[in-house]
C-alpha cells in the first residue's frame, strides 16, 4: 500500500526538483563584463573550477577545459579530472560536468591521485573526434614521469577516453631547417649547457614533457607546445593527422631560458607564443617570443604586460590565448592566479590582447567587455 502512495508522489517529486533547478539557474545574474581575478560563477552559483585550461570554439560554443580541483590538502593532485564549461557569449558558463575522470584503478597511468594538468581539447575534422592532450605526472612519483596524455572523445563535453601517455620523440634529433649551420645543431658528443645535456640524456626514452598547450594552424597542421630538457627548453612537436601522435619533427626553442605555461596564437601571419619563467605556483614576468614560422627562428621579444603588477604578470601565469570569434584581431590572454594553499579557489586573469608598434601588449583592467577590444 504505502510503496503506491509513494509511487504517486514519484512524479511530482521529481517535477518540483526539475522546477527548483531550473529557478535556480535562472536566478543566476547574466554576466555582462569580466573581472579579472574575481570570483566567476557558472550557471550553478558555483566558482567556475577549469585551471590551466583551454578554450576550443565550435559552432557558436565556446568550450572551456580545465584541472578540477578540491577543497583541501589535495594540492595539486587530481582527485576528479578535466572539468568542462561551455558558453555563447564568453561571460556567462553553464557546467558540462567532468570530461575527462581520473580511474579508480590504481594501476591506471591516470589513477586517482595523479597530477593531470593543462588540458587542451583540439577537433580533428578528419576523423570528427574531440583530441585532448595534457600534461600527466604519475601517481606518488611527484614530477619525475613528466609524460604527455592523450585522450579521446566523439562528443565535445565527453565523456573522454584516456588512450595513452608517453614521452614524445624518443630516439629523434630536432629538426633544424635547411642551411642552420652545424655549428648551430645540438650534437651530443658536446653539449653547449645543461638543457642539451638533458636532452641527450632523455634522447633514447623520449623527451620530457610538462607545460603545454596544442595549437591547430590555418592548415589544419597541429603542433604540441610543452616544456622540456627539465623545463630549460620549449619543444614545438608536429601532431600527425588525427592529432593522435607525435610525427618525429620538432624543435626546441628558446633554448635553456627556462620557460613554462606556453600559450600560442597566430595574427597576420606571425606566430605568438607567450610563456612564464619556473618559479613553481609564484608569479613572474610573462615573456613573448614571436616567428615568421612554426618551425622559427623564433625571437624573444620581452615581456608584453605593461604598467602596474606587470613585473608578475598581474599576479598571473599564462595558460591560453583565445581568438574572440568572430572579432577580428580580437584576442583574449588567460592566464591562471594560483591559490595553492586551497587550489579549488584559483582564479581567472582574463585580458585583452592590443598590438602596437609591431608587437603585442597586455594592460591591466579591473572590468571590460568584448567591446573594449579595439
Ligand atoms: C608551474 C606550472 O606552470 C604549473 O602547471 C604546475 O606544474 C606548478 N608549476 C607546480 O609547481
Request: charged content about 20%; some cysteine; hydrophobic content about 35%.
Amino acid at each position: 500500500m504505502l510503496n503506491k502512495r509513494l509511487a504517486g508522489f514519484t512524479p511530482v517529486f521529481v517535477f518540483l526538483l526539475l522546477m527548483v533547478n531550473y529557478i535556480a539557474s535562472a536566478q543566476q545574474v547574466k554576466l555582462t563584463s569580466f573581472e579579472p581575478g574575481a570570483i566567476w560563477k557558472d550557471n550553478n552559483g558555483v566558482h567556475i573550477n577549469a585551471h590551466g585550461g583551454g578554450i576550443l570554439y565550435q559552432k557558436g560554443v565556446y568550450y572551456w577545459y580545465g584541472e578540477h580541483k578540491v577543497e583541501g590538502d589535495a594540492g595539486n593532485r587530481a582527485m576528479v579530472g578535466v572539468h568542462c564549461y561551455s558558453s555563447r557569449d564568453l561571460y556567462n558558463w553553464k557546467d558540462e560536468g567532468i570530461a575527462l575522470k581520473v580511474s579508480q584503478d590504481s594501476t591506471s597511468d591516470i589513477a586517482k591521485g595523479c597530477i593531470l594538468e593543462r588540458p587542451k581539447v583540439v577537433y580533428n575534422k578528419k576523423t570528427r573526434k574531440y583530441v585532448m592532450w595534457f600534461h600527466l605526472e604519475l601517481r606518488g612519483q611527484g614530477y619525475k614521469a613528466a609524460r604527455t596524455g592523450l585522450a579521446i572523445s566523439d562528443k565535445a563535453t565527453g565523456p573522454f577516453n584516456f588512450v595513452k601517455s608517453y614521452r614524445p620523440n624518443p630516439g629523434i634529433m630536432p629538426y633544424y631547417p635547411a642551411g642552420t649551420p652545424v655549428s648551430e645543431q645540438l650534437n651530443c658528443k658536446d653539449t653547449k649547457n645543461e638543457s642539451e645535456t638533458f636532452f641527450c640524456r632523455d634522447l633514447p626514452g623520449g623527451q620530457m614533457a610538462r607545460d603545454m598547450t596544442v595549437f591547430v594552424d590555418d592548415d589544419g597542421k597541429a603542433y604540441h607546445i610543452f616544456s622540456s630538457e627539465e623545463n630549460a627548453t620549449l619543444h614545438i612537436a608536429e601532431l600527425n593527422d588525427t592529432y593522435t601522435g607525435h610525427t618525429g619533427k620538432f624543435v626546441r626553442v628558446y633554448p635553456d631560458q627556462a620557460t613554462e605555461a606556453p600559450a600560442i596564437f597566430k595574427h597576420n601571419g606571425v606566430y605568438y607564443l607567450i610563456g612564464s619563467g619556473t618559479t613553481g605556483w609564484a608569479p613572474n614576468p610573462a615573456r613573448l617570443l614571436s616567428s615568421p614560422s612554426i618551425w622559427g627562428p623564433w625571437t624573444y621579444q620581452g615581456n608584453p604586460c605593461r604598467g602596474d603588477g606587470a613585473k608578475i604578470t598581474f599576479g598571473g601565469q599564462s595558460t591560453h590565448i583565445l581568438p574572440v570569434a568572430g572579432k577580428k584581431d580580437a584576442f583574449i590572454f588567460m592566464a591562471d592566479k594560483w591559490t595553492p594553499k586551497n587550489a579549488i579557489d584559483g582564479r581567472y586573469i582574463w585580458l585583452p590582447i592590443k598590438f602596437e608598434d609591431g608587437t603585442m601588449v597586455i594592460e591591466w583592467k579591473d572590468k571590460w567587455t568584448l567591446a573594449d577590444i579595439k
